[in-house]
């Protein structure tokens, strides 16, 4: 099968009507979305249409019974004035296996990489030219079927979204080890992006903001004992010039910025453990003053760098963002690489 992308252009470009310094995160949208339907087992033509809404079957499946996965990554423009997403590869696998974890169809890497491209081709006017923001991209599939009942849909619908973001400069986080509720369950959907995972997040996160934390550091549903990830982050603590970050258990998101971080930390010859890491051992570390980073790692933030520490009622401050060897290390070179201010070894840049 090949496949090609019919475009149909707007003719209101909303570009003029956008302050690029000031975007409310994702809330402002591209002109353009791009649109491919999954019927009688196989994937449609993708069609490249201005902005608008989609409508739907009251029955949509999806809406019931929550077939629906997402992904999400950025097109920067580097300083020789390129556009570039990065590691869409890593993000075109990690659907495909998101996809088969909630059994939905796999999507050709031509309907995904190369409707992607054209896309941003298409609207590279919105990527901003501004030190720190980028286009966020969101590539999503939902089950469309019209009828109530459960099983797996028939047919769906891809969509991708793209919004200019501008840097995310959030203030250090406060977050709390959560040891009622859980993310993901043994034989779960954990490392899957699907819409659910999220939705199940909400109210334990609400509760522990309602106490002054901006996130929850989820732990096993078993036992509470080990770390997995925070919000829509992987996590990674520093005790004593030693990086420690969960290990892929099947229960935590394969995280494109936590891969690229593990790499270029072990390439400059510091020492990374992926391992299961016991709440316990924190603690006992945060007791001790040892911890002397942590950190959020993800596509919105970069690093998100963590400043407090709840467990139980007791709470730990950790040492101030400057002095933070690693998690610096890992914003400035991955700033770096993005930017094209350094030469992109590991081939991570994909040019439009
Ligand atoms: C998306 C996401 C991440 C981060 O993945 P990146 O590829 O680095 O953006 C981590 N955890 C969860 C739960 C996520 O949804």
Request: with cysteine.
């Given at each position: 099968m090949t496949y090609e992308v019919k475009i149909t252009k707007t003719?209101?470009?909303?570009?003029?009507?956008?302050d690029f310094n000031n975007i409310p995160f994702g809330q402002v949208f591209t002109d353009h979305i791009l649109v491919c339907d999954y019927t009688n087992g196989e994937w449609g033509q993708p069609e490249i249409i201005p902005f608008g809404n989609l409508s739907l079957h009251p029955a949509t499946s999806a809406l019931h019974y929550g077939q629906t996965i997402f992904e999400g990554m950025k097109a920067y423009k580097t300083s020789d004035g390129r556009t570039v997403i990065f590691r869409p590869d890593r993000n075109f696998a990690r659907f495909n296996h998101s996809a088969d974890r909630m059994c939905m169809p796999n999507i050709p890497k031509e309907i995904f990489i190369d409707g992607l491209k054209s896309l941003i081709d298409l609207d590279?006017?919105?990527?901003?030219?501004?030190?720190g923001s980028s286009l966020y991209i969101r590539p999503f599939m939902f089950g469309t079927d019209g009828a109530v009942g459960v099983r797996p849909s028939d047919n769906y619908k891809f969509v991708i979204i793209c919004s200019p973001v501008n840097s995310y400069?959030?203030?250090p986080i406060k977050v709390i080890f959560e040891t009622?509720?859980?993310?993901?369950?043994?034989?779960?959907?954990?490392e899957a992006k699907n819409g659910g995972n999220y939705g199940a997040a909400m109210l334990p996160t609400k509760l522990v903001q309602d106490k002054g934390f901006k996130q929850v550091l989820w732990t096993d549903?078993?036992?509470?004992r080990y770390v997995e990830e925070s919000g829509t982050m992987n996590v990674f603590f520093v005790i004593e010039d030693v990086i420690l970050t969960p290990d892929l258990?099947?229960?935590?998101l394969h995280g494109v910025t936590r891969e690229s971080a593990i790499q270029l930390l072990k390439e400059a010859g510091f020492i990374v453990e992926e391992r299961p890491i016991e709440v316990s051992e924190i603690v006992t570390a945060l007791k001790e003053g040892k911890v002397s980073e942590a950190f959020g790692c993800g596509t919105a933030a970069t690093i998100a760098h963590i400043s407090h520490i709840g467990h139980d009622a007791d709470v730990y401050e950790l040492p101030p963002?400057?002095?933070?060897k690693y998690s610096t290390f890992i914003t400035d070179n991955l700033d770096a690489i993005k930017t094209g201010k350094l030469p992109d070894i590991h081939h991570w840049l994909e040019t439009i």
């Amino acid at each position: 099968m090949t496949y090609e992308v019919k475009i149909t252009k707007t003719n209101h470009s909303t570009i003029s009507t956008v302050d690029f310094n000031n975007i409310p995160f994702g809330q402002v949208f591209t002109d353009h979305i791009l649109v491919c339907d999954y019927t009688n087992g196989e994937w449609g033509q993708p069609e490249i249409i201005p902005f608008g809404n989609l409508s739907l079957h009251p029955a949509t499946s999806a809406l019931h019974y929550g077939q629906t996965i997402f992904e999400g990554m950025k097109a920067y423009k580097t300083s020789d004035g390129r556009t570039v997403i990065f590691r869409p590869d890593r993000n075109f696998a990690r659907f495909n296996h998101s996809a088969d974890r909630m059994c939905m169809p796999n999507i050709p890497k031509e309907i995904f990489i190369d409707g992607l491209k054209s896309l941003i081709d298409l609207d590279k006017e919105w990527v901003p030219n501004i030190h720190g923001s980028s286009l966020y991209i969101r590539p999503f599939m939902f089950g469309t079927d019209g009828a109530v009942g459960v099983r797996p849909s028939d047919n769906y619908k891809f969509v991708i979204i793209c919004s200019p973001v501008n840097s995310y400069y959030p203030e250090p986080i406060k977050v709390i080890f959560e040891t009622h509720y859980s993310r993901a369950a043994f034989g779960g959907t954990g490392e899957a992006k699907n819409g659910g995972n999220y939705g199940a997040a909400m109210l334990p996160t609400k509760l522990v903001q309602d106490k002054g934390f901006k996130q929850v550091l989820w732990t096993d549903s078993k036992e509470h004992r080990y770390v997995e990830e925070s919000g829509t982050m992987n996590v990674f603590f520093v005790i004593e010039d030693v990086i420690l970050t969960p290990d892929l258990s099947g229960r935590i998101l394969h995280g494109v910025t936590r891969e690229s971080a593990i790499q270029l930390l072990k390439e400059a010859g510091f020492i990374v453990e992926e391992r299961p890491i016991e709440v316990s051992e924190i603690v006992t570390a945060l007791k001790e003053g040892k911890v002397s980073e942590a950190f959020g790692c993800g596509t919105a933030a970069t690093i998100a760098h963590i400043s407090h520490i709840g467990h139980d009622a007791d709470v730990y401050e950790l040492p101030p963002v400057e002095g933070r060897k690693y998690s610096t290390f890992i914003t400035d070179n991955l700033d770096a690489i993005k930017t094209g201010k350094l030469p992109d070894i590991h081939h991570w840049l994909e040019t439009i």
